[in-house]
């Protein structure tokens, strides 16, 4: 857990939070090590850092795991050699542990029942815990990560199947997860009981695959089935699908930042379309910010569904896009020696001053964190010549870390956790700024549903934790357990 608070070493031009991770299961298909590459390869943005995928062929298990983005990571030769008609796979996004080898998923172990692939989303929040529990034991780990403790809880357990012994390692871990094993038996899919990270089930030519998001199924044409319910795990084997519920039920806590910012606007995730539901974020947005202006416009591509929801809901305002996002920027630049100001932001965004000029502009966005980027951004539709910038958020203030499996950065680092609104204002240099309230965000993630029941987490905008959290850290940030507090929605 020791890089939770940690800032993002390796692009320390978009010092952002850090994503949560992405993973695929593909079952039956004499494929499988390709659809498992394409699914990562639309995943691709749950997590850049590394990329990996264990198969298996019947006979033997077949591990390649590599730093990089998953085009670079997979090449023809590497995929060749991912034989077999199983897989999982892993984008990562260091949430817990380093950003070092032994840390990129799939895990791949031999233990007393053979031979055993594990891929994590999410984030344990007993794992230091478990951890020093183990070792106290002689438990040898290889790496920092998190994920790590669930393979050696599955390797203590006495359990003489592997099913069971999942069950039995997942009882006596706390948090979020979303997990893929492959065995010599088959493919297992488990969601946590309080759901907090997605996990869709399809079929593709009589085969199964699972994955973070239902973008992945589009592309290797896949047909979406289910999702995995939250305390659900489901065994897909030569005899079919089986589900298991063996965990105590309890109130739901989805994330809800994976409609704000996370998932892919073509995905569903917890049986709702992240676009339409990003949209109405925007128009409750517009109905509890409107502000005098000519045109609204998107923090490109994030920001997009949101605008265009705002414009909708503006009958006076004109949507425009006025500014300009170049996709093809790599991971590292090359920087003039003479230092370009904002280089970082300049090279992803550039403003189009005909649109801008002369204008009184909203621009959206979906989030801010650091408040680093908008300030930026203002400064640019300023200079290319708008008359007035207000700046519009899709989502509240955010205003406390997440320990469910995506790194913010610390509280001290989020500007709306240590200034009010007026000096983020004034340091984003915006003549206003304007948040969507709690409660907009509910309406608008709910629509016109009408399952209340259905809870969201929504800890980094509220401050309040559903789900326990025990390590060190957290007793010292004094946070531990605050599951006694009512949920806000
Ligand atoms: P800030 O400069 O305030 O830290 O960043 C705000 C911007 O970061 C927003 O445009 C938002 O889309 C983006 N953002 C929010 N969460 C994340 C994240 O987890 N990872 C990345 N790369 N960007 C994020
Ligand atoms: Fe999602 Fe925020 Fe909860 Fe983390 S704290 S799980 S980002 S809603
Ligand atoms: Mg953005």
């Not at 519920?245 to 998932?263: D, H, I, N, R």
């Amino acid at each position: 857990m020791a890089g939770a608070f940690g800032r993002y070493k390796g692009d320390a031009v978009f010092d952002k939070m850090r994503e949560s991770c992405g993973v695929v299961g593909v079952f039956g298909h004499p494929e499988a090590s390709k659809l498992a590459y394409l699914g990562l390869y639309s995943l691709q943005h749950r997590g850049q850092e590394a990329s990996g995928i264990v198969s298996f062929d019947g006979t033997a298990f077949h591990l390649e795991k590599a730093i990089g983005l998953v085009s670079d990571v997979f090449s023809k030769s590497r995929l060749s050699r991912l034989r077999g008609s199983s897989a999982i796979g892993h984008n990562r996004y260091s949430t817990a542990g380093g950003s070092a080898l032994e840390n990129v998923q799939p895990i791949m172990v031999n233990y007393a029942l053979g031979s055993l692939a594990m891929a994590h989303n999410g984030n344990l929040t007993n794992a230091t815990v478990l951890r020093a529990e183990l070792e106290a034991y002689g438990a040898i780990f290889q790496s920092t990560s998190d994920s790590e403790t669930v393979i050696h809880l599955i390797a203590h357990s006495r359990q003489p199947y592997l099913i069971d012994r999942i069950v039995d390692a997942l009882k006596r871990v706390q948090g979020a997860y979303c997990l893929v094993f492959l065995s010599n038996d088959g493919l297992v899919g488990v969601r946590d009981p309080y759901g907090v990270r997605p996990l869709s089930i399809g079929k593709v030519q009589g085969g199964y695959v699972l994955a973070s998001e239902t973008c992945a199924f589009d592309l290797i044409e896949a047909e979406y089935i289910r999702d995995v319910e939250p305390g659900e795990m489901v065994q897909i084997t030569n005899k079919g699908l089986a589900s298991f519920k063996p965990f105590a039920k309890t109130a739901l806590a989805q994330c809800v930042f994976e409609f704000v910012y996370f998932s892919r606007p073509d995905s569903t995730i917890f049986s709702r379309p992240v676009y339409s539901v990003r949209k109405r974020l925007g128009r409750e947005l517009a109905r509890e910010t409107a502000v005098e202006a000519d045109i609204v416009i998107p923090v490109p591509d994030s920001g997009v569904a949101a605008a265009l929801g705002y414009a909708e809901a503006s009958p006076s305002l004109r949507y425009e896009t006025g500014l300009i996002r170049n996709h093809y920027v790599g991971r590292t630049f090359i920087e003039p020696e003479q230092s370009i100001r904002h280089f970082g932001v300049k090279v992803k965004l550039n403003a189009v001053k005909e649109v801008l000029r002369g204008k009184r502009v909203v621009v959206v966005d979906d989030s801010i964190v650091r408040g680093t980027t908008g300030r930026k951004i203002v400064k640019m539709i300023r200079a290319a010549g708008a008359k007035e910038v207000h700046m519009r958020i899709s989502s509240p203030p955010i205003i406390s870390p997440c320990f469910y499996g995506i790194d913010t950065p610390n509280r001290q680092e989020l500007v709306a956790a240590t200034h009010s609104l007026e000096e983020t204002r004034k340091y984003i240099t915006a003549d206003s700024l304007a948040y969507l309230s709690i409660e907009g965000m509910f309406r608008a993630v709910y629509g016109t549903a009408s399952d209340k029941g259905t809870h969201f987490c929504s800890a980094c905008f509220s401050g309040r934790y559903p789900i326990p959290l025990h390590d060190e850290k957290h007793v010292q940030m004094g946070l531990f357990d605050q599951t006694h507090l009512p949920v806000l929605n």
